[in-house]
């Protein structure tokens, strides 16, 4: 088992920053991939950043340029850095922790960005 803790989200004008953290614990393989997703009302859950052990990372189109994923292996921890935020950019966002046939999710945290 894999616990995943999320913390970091809340209320922000648009133009502003959030900083998401999410700390694993448990069953935790030193090669894995973690990252983001979220979810809006009504629509799918939706990659926003992944990155590997290694320290590769991918992003969602849409953020490209305005969002940064990072890890600290030591501390089994993802970051999501989020500049430039827009009202599109609220939802509730997930961590996610895969490895092979793992993969857990957080409880979400929410984002909201006002206009």
């Known amino acids: 088992q894999v616990r995943l803790v999320e913390s970091g989200g809340g209320l922000v004008q648009a133009g502003g920053s959030l900083r998401l953290s999410c700390a694993a614990s448990?069953?935790?393989?030193?090669?894995?991939?973690m990252g983001w997703y979220r979810q809006a009302p009504g629509n799918q859950r939706d990659l926003v950043a992944s990155?590997?052990?290694?320290?590769?990372?991918n992003y969602a189109d849409s953020v490209k340029g305005r969002f940064t994923i990072s890890r600290d292996n030591a501390k089994n921890t993802v970051y999501l850095q989020m500049n430039r935020l827009n009202p599109e950019d609220t939802a509730v966002y997930y961590c996610?922790?895969?490895?092979?046939?793992?993969?857990?999710w957080g409880q979400g945290t929410q984002v909201t960005v006002s206009s």
């Open positions: 996610n922790y895969r490895r092979i046939v793992q993969n857990y």
């Open positions: 448990g069953s935790i393989f030193s090669i894995n991939t």
């Open positions: 990155i590997i052990s290694g320290g590769t990372a």
